[in-house]
């Protein structure tokens, strides 16, 4: 399912992954968007049905509970390729959580996306970090934030995911990418909405 809100004929498009409670602040969203930003956006919601499975970009166990990584991003991005075609048009890929994985693998494979948004990014994912330093980025711009209570877990794999990002953010600014790391106040369910607007109002302001 795709939804989309604001300009819909504007040059910028905000694609988002998005799940059922993401979808409930989307409005709410794109008004804290359109406070800190001038710029006219479309924003286009990819409704995620199995959030685990079509996120993951390889195989990985459970951290938390009993329900693995599957291998999905590759046909999600498939998919989400096919809503960016026009050319005239600038395309910005973005998710929370998971879904800011998503958006940070899907900047490795294409150079269609402007930048990508990633706000509390699952970074504690196995194996990602690794993945950014061997391969090449293929956009400009990159938001990276995380709540400032998120590596304060018991979960030794979820904890891990402040070394993570800081690893993360010094590598793209080492290879000249365009970045900021945000801290949030609060654990990783706090002011979802936004905190995806701040990461995508940030893009957009770095546009030129």
Same mark, same amino acid.
């Given at each position: 399912?795709?939804?989309?809100?604001?300009?819909?004929?504007?040059?910028?498009?905000?694609?988002?992954?998005?799940?059922?409670?993401?979808?409930?602040?989307?409005?709410?969203?794109?008004?804290?968007?359109?406070?800190?930003?001038?710029?006219?956006?479309?924003?286009?919601?990819?409704?995620?049905?199995?959030?685990?499975?079509?996120?993951?970009?390889?195989?990985?166990?459970?951290?938390?509970?009993?329900?693995?990584?599957?291998?999905?991003?590759?046909?999600?991005?498939?998919?989400?390729?096919?809503?960016?075609?026009?050319?005239?048009?600038?395309?910005?890929?973005?998710?929370?959580?998971?879904?800011?994985?998503?958006?940070?693998?899907?900047?490795?494979?294409?150079?269609?996306?402007?930048?990508?948004?990633?706000?509390?990014?699952?970074?504690?994912?196995?194996?990602?970090?690794?993945?950014?330093?061997?391969?090449?980025?293929?956009?400009?711009?990159?938001?990276?934030?995380? /709540?400032?209570?998120?590596?304060?877990?018991? =979960? #030794?794999?979820?904890?891990?995911?402040?070394?993570? @990002? *800081?690893? +993360?953010? !010094?590598?793209?600014?080492?290879? /000249?990418?365009?970045?900021?790391?945000?801290? =949030? #106040?609060?654990?990783?369910?706090?002011?979802?909405? @936004? *905190?995806? +607007?701040? !990461?995508?109002?940030?893009?957009?302001?770095?546009?030129?």
């Amino acid at each position: 399912m795709i939804s989309t809100y604001g300009k819909a004929d504007a040059d910028t498009v905000l694609i988002q992954m998005a799940d059922t409670h993401d979808l409930e602040e989307m409005e709410s969203e794109v008004s804290e968007i359109k406070k800190l930003c001038s710029r006219d956006f479309c924003l286009t919601a990819v409704k995620i049905h199995n959030w685990n499975r079509d996120l993951s970009p390889w195989h990985a166990s459970a951290v938390y509970g009993n329900e693995g990584f599957g291998d999905g991003a590759p046909d999600m991005l498939s998919k989400v390729l096919k809503i960016c075609t026009d050319q005239e048009k600038n395309y910005i890929i973005g998710g929370y959580s998971l879904a800011g994985l998503f958006s940070l693998w899907a900047v490795y494979q294409t150079d269609v996306f402007k930048a990508a948004a990633a706000a509390s990014p699952s970074l504690w994912f196995p194996g990602f970090i690794d993945y950014m330093r061997e391969n090449r980025i293929h956009t400009g711009s990159v938001y990276l934030s995380l /709540g400032d209570r998120e590596e304060k877990t018991r =979960n #030794p794999v979820m904890a891990s995911v402040g070394n993570r @990002i *800081r690893e +993360a953010h !010094a590598l793209l600014d080492d290879r /000249g990418i365009d970045t900021t790391l945000e801290w =949030n #106040p609060g654990n990783h369910f706090r002011d979802t909405g @936004i *905190r995806m +607007a701040k !990461a995508f109002a940030w893009v957009l302001n770095r546009l030129p």
